[in-house]
Nanobody, 124 residues
Framework: QVHLLESGGRLVEVGGSLNLSCAAS????????MGWFRQAPGKERELVAA????????YYPDSVNGRVTISRDNAENTVFLQMNTLKPEDTAVYYC?????????????????WGQGTQVTVAS
């Protein structure tokens, strides 16, 4: 099972940008589809972005489409999440996850390995 470690979360101002990283170890990273999820206090965990094992396919829910970009470097076993024009409602713990792929829409159940999360706080 792949081990995932997120980094890059911090306090950022409204309208700012942030790049999160997730380093994978202990598995064949280039065989996994990867996803970023987030969970705000009192809310359910939700998908932010997903990327196929090759990087050729990405998925973004409407809530973040246009403001985030997911990418991966299979040579470095790392997946990234670039977030722009951050809003207070983006405040959450962000989790990296790995799975074998998804159907029509990525779902939480498609991902079987999870990191511990990194806190992102957006404040004015």
């Amino acid at each position: 099972q792949v081990h995932l470690l997120e980094s890059g979360g911090r306090l950022v101002e409204v309208g700012g940008s942030l790049n999160l990283s997730c380093a994978a170890s202990g598995g064949s990273f280039n065989k996994y589809a990867m996803g970023w999820f987030r969970q705000a206090p009192g809310k359910e965990r939700e998908l932010v972005a997903a990327i196929s094992w090759s990087g050729r396919s990405q998925y973004y829910p409407d809530s973040v489409n246009g403001r985030v970009t997911i990418s991966r470097d299979n040579a470095e076993n790392t997946v990234f999440l670039q977030m722009n024009t951050l809003k207070p409602e983006d405040t959450a713990v962000y989790y990296c996850a790995a799975g074998s792929g998804w159907g029509a829409v990525p779902e939480e159940a498609d991902f079987t390995s999870w990191g511990q999360g990194t806190q992102v706080t957006v404040a004015s």
